[in-house]
């Protein structure tokens, strides 16, 4: 009896111990379409008790000091080293092109995307304060002589010049990112900064990169840096899993709680920017918090309620807030598509998969074109953006900087707008994909038919791809639907060798001072081709020697006569190969504010000319200066 | 037979849960044959849109009889759809706050209140303190544009030949056209979903998966829960052990979490709403083979059992036809059980996103997990997309659970009249 009992007993614990590592592994981001790198939890280090900060009493914030915000993450925090990219603290600390997070670390330079210009910040001068020198090699700026440190000391290009030093040799991939442009940050006196580019045949690599690197990348204190390198012994992982509790900020806020379900930062009431040279005073929330909800319904069931200010989920048909439910809720744009598009989220056709006709242009093109883009649109959008009629595909985002780069009326003949059924039918059937015993297109006896794939619970993705794969059937192609989780998709999308996929989807990138040609670099370069684990781009594994040598081309011409000419010549290549597509336009930031307690948020019809982006990242932070109370 | 049908249909509690269940069953096995296609297909190009009739506006213009209707209360009802009530407070705000004394306005004068609001709004002037204010008064604006017009209006036909546009027809205030005329209306009794499906038709479907989803997930279960009951109770000793070992194993852990872990391991391209059924199947036999058990431990020392091993039949032919028949109907009552059990699991878990595959068929835990976990039909306003279901969920498992009350009263000795 003694011994039945024993073992049930080690039975039931091992299936225990199974199910606690089964839940352990589901922690995907539904919604979340951001690669993962810089929001990536780290779970290394959990035996010590959760940073607490300057540990504030959470109770005691007033509401009408505090402004608010939510989805900008899914997992909780791990600590205040904004050295590290491993906190998950996208509150205090983001770095992205389209403008980096603003409260606690600051940039030299506020990336605008609306104007796509740079308003100083740490620099001195105007906007687009920086200055090259004539072959473009070396970019400098000067501080201003007010930036100041929490602890009061001056912000200095040995700061910058420390923090580039660092970054090299202590993040844990090298700087990978900026170390192909930029050959080195150096400090000219106190306070003139000199990025080097890395210079081929004597012009830079990317000179649009080292603007983007002002408005992305922080200045961190040098003597904290130190010591953080100092107390880890120079070790990357062990300096990458350091809490940072010490961390020295120069922004207007500071840590302040830290827990698994919101982080909060007050403001720092001697910050330097009060200074006349930059904002002549204080931001006007004393507190920004952001909370984790367990998903974007329940976030925005706070949202609409006023508990949440300023709100980064897509919210599906949140126009029905203020026109139905007369509630104080607005977004940048009045009327639709809303907000401002910047990516472009594309299937792309794997190269390698041994399908028979993927290798084909015309089945490509047949299929990109049989797609009802408008269903997409209302579906995954719920019309949140601009449609292909308003915005003719290119390679290009519907920003009017981008639109203006290449000559429309040149490719006007091979922009398709979908929903073609006839038209796509036509193509196949000319080029001899007769439909088959089997029901559907054949090519040599071999049947059309594709797997087309997305991560799953992405709701909005997999309405998009549910309708890619409709479109397929209808032109006598087998289209199966393969949504699997996202720790399975990413591995697989960014192998060099799979052939799991046929037809899959990801993001493209933004906004940002070096597109459009990151962008399509990314989306058309076999550079990216045969690496494993590519987070970049061309997943499809795309190659085109004229490609590549246009791309080559590009960054190093200045006349802009000549570069329209070779945009306009890749957006024909690409509408004409269709070696991917763009499936519709999509906001990087949805940015939807809830005016119940603060109001003053940058809006399209304010003449303010601040980016809706989220009130904290790039020069959209200016909106914090401008908040009033509504009460 | 007849005696006992006619003793299970005698009190009203099985008789009314059996009603609803069959006019469900019914619903799903006829409304197809009227509104046949495929329940998943996109038929509309916005997500959510609100139950009612919709009538193709092109066609409706492009009806040749029109017939004239002077109806007295038309203008009103054209002005009333426009000016809503609390359009007609705003109004009054935004003209008090511009100094107007509030006495001078009369919010039930239409004409004077319009009046009053174009002479005094002014769209470079915004007195809305929020962005939303402001926005929400130009919006108001732009809606009560033209609200008095009952001037005709010209229908013109662009010729692409003659680059013009040629003059169609005219159409007055008082034209209406015959429903039925018109060439293209849709019937939606509750609207579309979040892909624009037909939400009847899709739940009509989703209701039939379920069901089955349910008899096969009942099936298995009551199934192996029978055979081993049957096993343990009749066999004893070291068989009972073994498989009671196995059966307090299972009862101790919640089922619903064995079902979560089996879904999760099971790939979603292979998470077929057959395989979930069985999962649901396979983790949810315990309580039967406990009963059962308990059950057969108390016949099988009864006469006619010792009776028949003494005649030296087979252990088969014992359990089926000596003690199976004593417990037919609390298994018939515990599968009906298992039923509604199923479903509801089926819901559960697809709401947390480990149900069947979603593009291939329509499950009410699907229904649900689209509208209210992935796209907040709820803060849409669009209760057609999801209340329907939970009735339907709810309805299924009540009547359910009265026709097994109802069995109960009359198998149940201790509860027999």
Not at chain 1, 158 to 178: I, K, M, R
Not at chain 2, 59 to 85: C, H, M, Q, Y
């Amino acid at each position: 009896m003694k011994t039945k009992r024993l073992l049930a007993l080690a039975l039931v614990s091992v299936m225990l111990f199974a199910f606690m590592a089964a839940c352990g592994g589901g922690d995907t981001s539904p919604e979340d379409s951001n690669p993962p790198g810089e929001n990536t939890p780290s779970s290394n280090d959990t035996s010590a008790p959760p940073p607490s900060a300057d540990s504030g009493d959470t109770t005691d914030i007033p509401r009408n000091e505090a402004l608010y915000f939510n989805g900008f993450q899914w997992g909780p925090s791990v600590g205040w080293n904004a050295f590290s990219s491993n906190m998950n603290n996208p509150l205090a600390f983001e770095q992205t092109a389209d403008g980096a997070r603003l409260p606690m670390m600051e940039t030299p330079y506020m990336y605008n995307f609306l104007d796509n210009k740079m308003y100083p910040l740490l620099a001195d001068g105007g906007v687009d304060g920086y200055s090259f020198n004539a072959d473009r090699t070396e970019l400098t700026y000067t501080l201003k002589s007010a930036a100041k440190w929490n602890d009061g000391s001056a912000v200095t290009a040995h700061d910058a010049a420390f923090t580039w030093e660092a970054s090299v040799n202590y993040l844990p991939d090298g700087y990978a990112n900026w170390t192909p442009y930029i050959a080195d940050v150096v400090a000219a006196d106190d306070s003139t900064v000199v990025i080097k580019a890395v210079v081929e045949n004597g012009k830079p690599v990317n000179a649009n990169m080292m603007i983007q690197y002002l408005g992305e990348r922080y200045i961190l204190n040098k003597a904290w840096l130190e010591a953080l390198i100092d107390r880890n012994g120079g070790d990357k992982d062990s300096i990458a899993n350091d809490k940072g509790q010490d961390c020295v900020y120069s922004g207007a806020y500071g840590p302040f709680f830290m827990d698994d379900n919101k982080v909060i930062l007050t403001r720092n009431d001697s910050y330097w920017g009060q200074d006349a040279s930059m904002w002549g005073k204080l931001p006007a929330p004393k507190y920004i918090g952001n909370v984790l909800y367990e998903s974007n319904a329940a976030g925005d069931s706070v949202f609409v309620v006023g508990e949440v200010d300023v709100s980064q989920n897509y919210i599906e048909n949140s126009y029905k807030m203020w026109t139905e439910q007369g509630l104080p809720v607005s977004t940048y744009l009045a009327d639709a598509p809303y907000h401002i598009a910047a990516n472009m989220p594309t299937a792309y056709f794997n190269m390698n998969s041994p399908k028979v006709g993927l290798d084909d242009p015309i089945v490509r093109k047949a299929i990109a074109i049989s797609v009802d883009y408008d269903m997409i649109l209302a579906n995954a959008m719920t019309n949140q953006s601009p449609s292909f009629k308003d915005v003719p595909r290119s390679l290009m985002n519907p920003s009017a900087a981008e639109q203006a780069m290449y000559n429309k009326a040149d490719v006007a003949a091979l922009q398709w707008v979908g929903n073609d059924i006839d038209g796509a039918n036509a193509m196949l059937d000319a080029a001899g994909y007769a439909i088959g015993d089997s029901g559907y297109r054949e090519k040599d006896g071999e049947k059309l038919s594709y797997k087309v794939s997305c991560p799953t619970g992405w709701s909005d993705w997999e309405a998009a791809m549910y309708v890619v794969a409709a479109a397929g059937e209808k032109i006598g192609i087998e289209m199966e639907t393969y949504f699997t989780d996202w720790s399975v998709y990413q591995v697989t999308m960014t192998s060099a060798s799979q052939t799991e996929f046929d037809i899959f989807m990801f993001s493209t990138q933004g906004n940002a001072p070096a597109q459009p040609y990151s962008r399509i670099r990314a989306l058309l370069s076999s550079e990216f081709n045969n690496l494993d684990n590519n987070w970049t781009g061309n997943f499809g594994q795309y190659s085109n020697s004229e490609v590549d040598d246009i791309l080559k081309l590009i960054p190093q011409e200045t006349d802009a006569a000549k570069l329209r000419e070779y945009y306009t010549k890749l957006v024909e290549i690409y509408l004409t190969e269709v070696p991917s597509f763009s499936l519709m336009y999509r906001p990087e930031k949805f940015h939807t504010v809830n005016e119940s307690v603060w109001t003053g948020f940058t809006s399209s019809d304010d003449g303010r000319n601040v980016p809706p982006n989220n009130s904290i990242s790039g020069y959209g932070i200016a909106d914090l200066y401008n908040l009033t109370l509504v009460g | 037979m007849k005696n006992t049908l006619r003793q299970v249909f005698r009190p009203g509690k099985f008789l009314a849960g059996f009603i609803i269940f069959a006019f469900i069953l019914l619903l799903t096995v006829l409304y197809p044959l009227f509104n046949p296609g495929d329940p998943l297909a996109m038929i509309g190009l916005n997500n959510f849109t609100k139950p009612g009739t919709y009538v193709s506006v092109y066609d409706s213009l492009n009806v040749n009889r029109t017939f004239v209707f002077k109806l007295p209360d038309a203008a009103e009802k054209r002005i009333g759809s426009k000016l809503f009530p609390e359009d007609r407070e705003t109004i009054k705000d935004y003209l008090t706050r511009l100094g107007l004394p509030e006495d001078s306005i009369d919010i039930d004068d239409t004409h004077d209140l319009m009046a009053l609001w174009w002479n005094n709004y002014d769209p470079a002037n915004q007195i809305g303190k929020t962005i939303a204010e402001r926005r929400a008064y130009t919006a108001l604006d732009n809606k009560l544009a033209g609200i008095f017009v009952s001037e005709d209006l010209e229908v013109l036909q662009y010729d692409p030949g003659t680059d013009e546009y040629v003059r169609k027809k005219m159409v007055t205030e008082n034209d209406y056209v015959n429903v039925g005329d018109v060439a293209n209306t849709i019937w939606l009794p509750l609207g579309t979903d979040n892909f624009g499906a037909d939400m009847l038709k899709k739940l009509v479907s989703a209701i039939g998966t379920s069901l089955l989803i349910g008899l096969i997930a009942g099936v298995v279960a009551t199934m192996i829960g029978l055979l081993l009951g049957l096993l343990a109770g009749y066999l004893g000793g070291i068989a009972d052990d073994v498989i009671m070992f196995f059966t307090n194993l299972f009862t101790v852990i919640p089922g619903f979490i064995l079902l979560i872990l089996i879904s999760y391991s099971i790939d979603q391209s292979r998470r077929g709403a057959t395989t979930v059924a069985i999962v649901i199947g396979l983790t949810s036999w315990v309580w039967t083979t406990r009963s059962v058990r308990a059950q057969v431990i108390s016949l099988r020392n009864r006469d006619h059992v010792n009776l028949s091993k003494l005649s030296g039949h087979s252990l088969p032919r014992i359990v089926v036809g000596d003690i199976l028949p004593y417990i037919a109907s609390y298994v018939v009552m515990a599968f009906i059980l298992q039923i509604s059990s199923a479903i509801l699991a089926e819901a559960g878990l697809s709401m947390l996103g480990l149900g069947p595959k979603t593009t291939d068929t329509a499950t009410l835990g699907l229904v649900m997990e689209w509208s209210i976990m992935k796209s907040a039909a709820h803060i849409s306003g669009a209760w057609w997309a999801y209340y329907p279901v939970i009735i339907v969920i709810a309805l299924i498992s009540f009547s359910l659970n009265l026709m097994n009350t109802g069995l109960d009263q009359i198998f149940n000795p201790q509860l027999r009249d």
